[in-house]
């Protein structure tokens, strides 16, 4: 990274296509029911786990503190879709350990959804209201926290 970044659309936006990139990785290994699939979800796991922390922790408290009722309503939305995420990631490691290659495949597709969905209103929701209600100084401070905890192995 060349300066700072100050966008939580683009610091956000990046990872999420690393971690985008991550998944379809993972829904081949699964299709294939290659060994490598739970090294995959591991991987994936770490790094979506920190991303929705650092969100839950750090960024929805910083817009709710800024934002109107209506910016609130929609980040409870998306609170819940974390939580989503989270049992459907639980749900998907117990297939793969268990080697249940029926479920797994299903599990897989539902989170490659949910994860669209979710990163769909992101991009289109919260980010660009980060970006307008928070100023920049704090912004690059939010990003740096973010930058400082990822898993570097989600690259
Ligand atoms: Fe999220």
């Keep these: 990274m060349n ?16 971690l985008g990139a991550l998944l379809e990785e993972l829904i081949r290994a699964v299709s294939a029911a290659s060994p490598a699939a739970q090294a995959l979800l591991a991987r994936l796991t ?10 839950d922790q750090v960024l929805f408290p910083a817009v709710k503190a800024l934002g109107s ?25 117990t297939a793969l350990a268990a080697g249940n290659h029926v479920a ?4 897989v597709n539902w989170l490659k959804m949910l994860l669209q969905g979710h990163n769909y209103d992101e991009e289109h929701g919260v980010y660009g209201e980060a970006n307008r209600l928070i100023n920049e100084e704090e912004r690059r401070n939010l990003i740096e926290r973010f930058e400082a905890g990822r898993p570097k192995e989600a690259s």
């Design 104 to 107: 797994s495949g299903p599990l």
């Design 3 to 18: 300066a700072p970044m100050n966008s939580v659309d683009d610091a956000l936006g990046d990872d999420h296509a690393r």
């Design 46 to 55: 770490r790094g979506l786990l920190h991303h929705m922390a650092w969100e």
């Design 69 to 93: 009722a209506k910016e609130r309503r929609s980040i409870e939305s998306l609170e819940i879709d974390h939580e989503r995420l989270r049992e459907t990631l639980q749900r998907l490691e």
